[in-house]
């Protein structure tokens, strides 16, 4: 893909759209505008974080997954876990090996634990806290939040970590262990069920490497669907389970898990308000002496994404009871972690871009003399960023305006007072009196 082109898990069904704005207010990037009695996204602004899927009350916002069918694809398909998975089963149903088997009854030849993953994750994270002197170092691990601060705070890239989430580096892990025991890499499938949009791009288009080690991305409500009358299914395992699993890995389903690994002076943040008002914040050169900043796009975390099934308290009381049935902790081996972290194994390839909006004009000159008239505009707008309009607020309107994408007269407030101008006028206009009908009304008087 070219610079400018996006690929986007987060789509509109303009038939289900009804205009209402909410989604536009509640957008962090400015994404979204309505125009003409319909929502739009810009491209360059969306980073697929779901908040719009998650306040639509028309539910005319989507997320773009791949088709379950698609497993039969490869000889050899493996499920990544993720740790929010736990969250979606009912303590009653949960059974690790029942699990595998109710996945190996939908294709999966293997499961692996994107929690074995984030224990490397976590290792990683501690190692390149020694090695840095940049303060606070953002967590690397919620894609939506990599790509706020690209679009929107690209002045702290360089405070983002730059090591691979836990689910890029548990394919790795799954394609380094298959392709030692002699599995042909074309034969390979490697399935993460996502609880969020955000991961689907994460994949699709990845911000930190030129490809994933990830064939496709499922749904975690469409799997759960299918999942779930499978679970109480008995017998021997038919699947296979590639890593061991422990509690640290899995608690990265929900906030402060992270931090918690990690340690030092930190920050745990869950939900994009929470993150955007942090960010605000350490553009402006506050909050000293933090080490570290766990970010969460989604309230709750992971367990708190818009493709769950589950609500978010609902799936912290069920990971609490699940997770009892795990070993505590599975070390990793020092010096296997050792190599792979000095060859690079956790590392993103490529630096993390800023993503900037489209400027106003191509050409220096014209676009400041737009800037001119954008802030004019700004004046004469009221200020409440009410959203009526269809842009986020004033500012984006007066943005949008001299973009050529609207009008002042989107804004109702500058409307109701041209519809009152307008009135006043026509008031003035009719009290007054042609001259001969006035010379007229002089004669009716005089007769009388």
């Known amino acids: 893909m070219s610079a400018m082109e996006y690929f986007h898990s987060v789509h509109l069904d303009e038939e289900r759209c009804q ?28 980073i697929d974080c779901g908040e719009c899927m ?140 996502t609880p969020c949009p955000a991961k689907v791009t994460a994949v699709k288009q990845p911000a930190g490497r030129s490809g994933s080690n990830i064939a496709g991305v499922l749904s975690m409500s469409d799997v759960y669907q299918e999942l779930y009358p ?48 942090v960010l605000d914040d350490l553009s402006l050169g506050k909050l000293p002496g933090v080490d570290f900043i766990e970010a969460n796009a989604c309230p709750g975390g992971c367990i708190g994404g818009c493709l769950t099934v589950q609500s978010r308290f609902q799936g912290q009381v069920n990971m609490h009871r699940n997770i009892r049935a795990l070993s505590t902790r599975n070390p990793l081996p020092e010096g296997e972690f050792q190599r792979r972290y000095q060859n690079g194994f956790y590392r993103m390839a490529l630096p993390l871009e800023s993503r900037p909006a489209q400027p106003l004009h191509e050409d220096m000159g014209q676009a400041m003399q737009l800037m001119l008239q954008q802030e004019e505009l700004l004046r004469k707008l009221p200020g409440l960023d009410c959203g009526a309009c269809g842009s986020p607020n004033c500012k984006s309107l007066a943005e949008d305006i001299v973009r050529g994408w609207t009008t002042e007269m989107d804004c109702i407030f500058v409307l109701r007072e041209v519809v ?20 007229r009304n002089q004669i009716d008087d005089t007769e009388s």
């Open 230 to 277: 499978r679970l109480n299914h008995k017998g021997n395992p038919q699947g296979r389970r590639l890593f061991p699993l422990s509690r640290p890995g899995v608690r990265w389903g929900y906030t402060a898990a992270q931090a918690f690994e990690v340690r030092g002076t930190h920050l745990s943040l869950e939900g994009l308000d929470q993150v955007v008002e």
């Open 420 to 439: 009152q101008n307008v009135a006043k006028e026509l008031w003035d206009l009719a009290q007054q009196v042609p001259p001969t009908l006035h010379k």
């Open 54 to 193: 998650r306040t639509c009350p028309q539910e005319a916002k989507m997320g773009r997954v791949d088709p379950l069918d698609d497993v039969f694809r490869y000889p050899y398909a493996v499920a990544l876990i993720p740790p929010s998975l736990y969250s979606q089963i009912p303590p009653k149903q949960f059974q690790v090996d029942s699990l595998v088997n109710a996945l190996a009854a939908l294709g999966f030849d293997a499961v692996a634990d994107v929690g074995h993953g984030a224990e490397h994750t976590a290792a990683a994270y501690k190692e390149y806290l020694r090695e840095s002197t940049v303060r606070p170092l953002i967590s690397s691990a919620c894609p939506a939040v990599v790509r706020l601060i690209q679009v929107r705070f690209d002045e702290l890239l360089p405070n983002v970590i730059p090591i691979e989430s836990p689910m890029e580096t548990t394919a790795a892990l799954v394609r380094e262990l298959l392709q030692q025991e002699g599995r042909d890499p074309e034969d390979i499938g490697i399935f993460f069920i």
């Open 19 to 46: 205009a209402c704005t909410i989604c536009t207010t509640r957008c962090p990037t400015e994404a979204i505008r309505v125009y003409q009695g319909k929502a739009r996204i810009l491209d360059e602004r969306c």
